[in-house]
């Protein structure tokens, strides 16, 4: 099994733009503002630079994105600063402030921010080219022209951090779509760049099939066949365009710091708020009702299908078979106090530590045993995708009804779409709608929590 390896740091990106924002108010202050117009300027340039820089998409840099891009789109954003501050004089007319003003702050601002930003991509592309780290392991599928030259480009630009395994000719009788399967589990292969004219339906069907249930990025270099089944992001290595699979909203610097930031509050909230004295109280009721430990952890599946320790309150006797027996409605392990915790789903709050220490999300994907992901792997079509985010306390799949024990093979394939929509569809709000939606559906009562 591969582990998806998305080689960026989810908090470089807010953090650059944290320190833009505070350039832009530390320069405001050559305005001859009063104390509450600087306050005000500083609250409007804010919003609107982060609503333009992102709306924009002035912090989507890749890896592969070339200078002439990058300023491009500084001189985009440039023109935008200027829009935004004219806008503001224009709201707040009683502020006196010249057109030369305005134009020399926009173009020191923007030009220190332009600096800041090139300066890291360049030092980020020596630490790959000089130290050789944050590579990316990759293999190209198929022998043409347009192959040759995403090879060259690999090969003569290792500031990109691209490492080429391999070129596999799909034309050469002792390679296969077998064979490149084993090629890219034997070599943790983290990528693969297809050309599309070199390969039939049959076999760009396998090999998203294998990509899809092992983790691994699937990119094709287009030809005249199309692939309209996915949702597909064109991307350019030089002058080499590449089609990109399954390309992930959650998977962005900015998004995956919301979802971590709302991880940390509210698990810091429930820890603190909750845990706090729920521990003790639940701890008294275990002890009472039934010797063993107060809390029960069980290996489960995480991010990239690593492995890490889940924890709940011990709803059950101390059993062998709790690795690979899931609780069932009449189960004679559960303990009188482990039919209340379960029936309220209490047991599950000790898994705001898990969020604390990074092992999971407060929304996504329930994780299973190891046991059962093995199994399901083999008997469940991508069912490995669940894996490309991190798993969740609650889920979509959870307040649709699918939670709990799985009773039947279309139990486990219903949770499996369900977790596959919230993957590919994310968003910020939609883990405010699940987290609303579980409260409700505790408060109530849930059919499914036993």
């Not at 760009?204 to 066949?225: C, E, H, Y």
């Amino acid at each position: 099994m591969i582990v998806n390896d998305t080689k960026h740091n989810y908090l470089v990106q807010p953090i650059i733009a944290s320190i833009d924002i505070l350039i832009l108010i530390g320069f405001a202050k050559f305005f001859d503002f009063s104390s509450h117009s600087y306050l005000l300027f500083a609250v409007f340039i804010t919003i609107s630079w982060l609503i333009t820089a992102y709306g924009f998409s002035f912090y989507s840099i890749y890896r592969f994105t070339p200078l002439v891009r990058i300023l491009t789109i500084i001189a985009r954003q440039f023109f935008l600063l200027v829009i935004c501050s004219f806008t503001f004089l224009g709201i707040f007319n009683e502020i006196n402030t010249s057109v030369r003003a305005v134009l020399e702050y926009t173009c020191l601002s923007m030009g220190v921010i332009a600096i800041l930003k090139i300066t890291i991509f360049n030092v980020r592309k020596r630490f790959r080219k000089q130290l050789g780290g944050d590579m990316v392991r990759v293999i190209i599928i198929g022998k043409n022209t347009k192959t040759e030259r995403l090879k060259n480009f690999f090969n003569y630009n290792p500031a990109y951090g691209f490492q080429l395994i391999a070129n596999l000719d799909v034309l050469d009788p002792d390679i296969d779509i077998e064979y490149i399967k084993d090629f890219v589990l034997k070599n943790d292969i983290s990528q693969m760049f297809c050309s599309i004219a070199e390969l039939k339906n049959k076999q760009i069907r396998a090999l998203i099939q294998f990509a899809d249930n092992n983790l691994v990025s699937l990119k094709f270099l287009p030809d005249n066949k199309k692939i309209f089944t996915k949702k597909m992001e064109f991307q350019y290595y030089g002058i080499t365009p590449i089609l990109a699979l399954r390309t992930l909203p959650i998977d962005t610097p900015v998004n995956l710091f919301l979802k971590r930031s709302l991880d940390l509050t509210i698990s810091l909230i429930v820890v603190i708020g909750i845990l706090s004295w729920l521990t003790p109280l639940v701890s008294l009721l275990i002890a009472f009702d039934n010797k063993g430990p107060i809390f029960f952890k069980q290996k489960r599946n995480g991010i990239g299908g690593s492995e890490f320790y889940c924890y709940k309150f011990r709803s059950m006797r101390v059993n062998t078979a709790a690795n690979d027996l899931q609780a069932s409605k009449t189960d004679v392990r559960t303990t009188k106090v482990g039919r209340f915790l379960r029936k309220t789903s209490l047991d599950e709050m000790p898994q705001f530590y898990n969020v604390l220490m990074g092992d999971m999300s407060v929304v996504g994907p329930r994780p299973h045993m190891v046991a059962h992901t093995h199994s399901f792997a083999t008997q469940i079509d991508k069912f490995m995708l669940r894996h490309l985010v991190k798993p969740g306390i609650t889920g979509l799949a959870q307040i649709s009804g699918y939670r709990g024990e799985i009773e039947s093979k279309r139990d486990i394939k219903n949770r499996v779409r369900f977790d596959i929509f919230y993957v590919e569809n994310w968003s910020i709000l939609m883990d405010l709608r699940i987290i609303a939606k579980t409260f409700i559906k505790v408060i109530y009562g849930d059919t499914k929590a036993y």
